[in-house]
């Protein structure tokens, strides 16, 4: 599956975006989702993930009840819709797609879009 996000852009603290990430291929459905991000000088973490049908997600903590995560199976779209935003929420954000739901660590994931980036202003 190849993978496209879009949707970055530079925002004041307490704005809001939204990210997309399109998949190319029919076995979207197949792939749990996950969103990354990478600071300046920092390694990739994990923001979120999305089961495969959607009805199941988790967090990082840090993002816990301002970042939801969403996907359109008939799109083949995964969403980031991220509130409240910090000047720590700067970075390059990524989507990934694996297999098994319920990872999160770069390694586990099999594809990877190029990355979106987000700054946020103080």
């Known amino acids: 599956v190849q993978l496209q996000a879009s949707g970055g852009g530079l925002v004041q603290a307490g704005g809001s975006l939204r990210l997309s990430c399109a998949a190319s291929?029919?076995?979207?459905?197949?792939?749990?989702m996950g969103w990354f991000r990478q600071a300046p000088g920092k390694e990739r973490e994990f923001v979120a993930a999305?089961?495969?049908?959607?009805?199941?997600?988790y967090y990082a903590d840090s993002v816990k009840g301002r970042f939801t995560i969403s996907r359109d199976n008939a799109k083949n779209t995964v969403y980031l819709q991220m509130n409240s935003l910090k000047p720590e929420d700067t970075a390059v954000y990524y989507c990934?797609?694996?297999?098994?739901?319920?990872?999160?660590?770069?390694?586990?994931?099999?594809?990877w879009g190029q990355g979106t980036l987000v700054t946020v202003s103080s």
């Open positions: 999305i089961s495969w049908g959607g009805g199941s997600t």
């Open positions: 990934a797609a694996d297999w098994r739901f319920g990872t999160t660590t770069t390694a586990e994931y099999d594809y």
């Open positions: 291929g029919r076995t979207f459905s197949s792939y749990a």
